[in-house]
């Protein structure tokens, strides 16, 4: 029955072209270290689900949020562990990225023809930690509160255009409700939609050169 549903569907949407021309391919032997990628993927796929639970319940206002955190862990059925999820994951996610760039950068992946591949790369992983600097404030008890103020003043010491980065991340001169409400909106769909975009054109470019090998004695 779910074979003839299988290729009633193949018939008409080409799945086992799909298939064969997107997945169907060989993974060099015995690399546990390419398998980095694909575990960035992966989190960033979970970050994205354990997200969208969050924000039924979380309110980005500066009398509300703290309080809808504490309501997610400490009255929401499961909210403890979604939030758990969230919050180990975003750090794990930053690791992973990280150490596939190490190894991307040991293997020297990042030459001809991979150029491309590897300045993708490195939004990915200046999105990703601006996903880290914006979560952090959201929860605006003292500890995220006073990160982001150095953090942002950080940022501002640029020179030039400084005062001008600080107002647009701040949304004025002090942190305000208006930070929360910029930093909400540039957590939860600025910056996974550019994620997301940027990383279909990674992995676009990764199944277009395929895996690069591991230098032989012969190379
Ligand atoms: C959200 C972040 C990222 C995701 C989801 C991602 C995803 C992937 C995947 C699935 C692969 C193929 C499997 C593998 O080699 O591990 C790959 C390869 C590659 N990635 Fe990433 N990546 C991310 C970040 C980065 C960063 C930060 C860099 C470098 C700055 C980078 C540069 C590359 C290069 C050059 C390759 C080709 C490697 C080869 O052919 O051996 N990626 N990426």
């Known amino acids: 029955m779910w074979k003839k549903v299988y290729a009633w569907l193949d018939e008409r949407l080409g799945l ?3 298939y064969k021309n997107l997945l169907d391919r060989p993974e060099p032997k015995g690399m546990w270290w390419n398998t980095l990628g694909s575990a960035s993927l992966f989190l960033f796929i979970l970050q994205g689900v354990t ?10 206002s500066p009398d509300h949020a703290y309080d809808s955190i504490n309501y997610i862990m400490q009255g929401v059925a499961f909210g403890w562990l979604v939030r758990g999820i969230h919050h180990w994951g975003a750090t ?3 690791v992973v990225v990280f150490i596939h760039m190490l190894r991307v950068f040991v293997t020297a992946s990042f030459k001809y023809p991979r150029e491309m591949t590897w300045l993708v790369g490195v939004g990915l992983f200046l999105l990703t930690l ?16 006073w ?3 150095v953090g942002t003043q950080i940022a501002g010491s640029v020179p030039i255009i400084g005062g001008f980065i600080l107002k647009a991340l701040r949304g004025g001169s002090e942190l305000s409700a208006l930070t929360l409400q910029r930093f909400f909106a540039a957590h ?5 939609a550019s994620l997301a975009g940027l990383i279909g054109v990674h992995v676009y470019l990764v199944m277009k050169h395929g895996e690069s090998h591991y230098p032989s004695k012969e190379d």
């Open 16 to 18: 086992n072209d799909l």
């Open 51 to 60: 997200g969208i639970f969050l924000t039924v319940y979380y309110t980005p």
């Open 92 to 94: 794990l996610m930053v």
């Open 130 to 145: 601006g996903m880290g600097f914006t979560g952090y404030l959201l929860p605006y008890d003292e500890k995220s509160f």
């Open 147 to 149: 990160a982001t103020t």
């Open 188 to 192: 939860i769909w600025i910056l996974p």
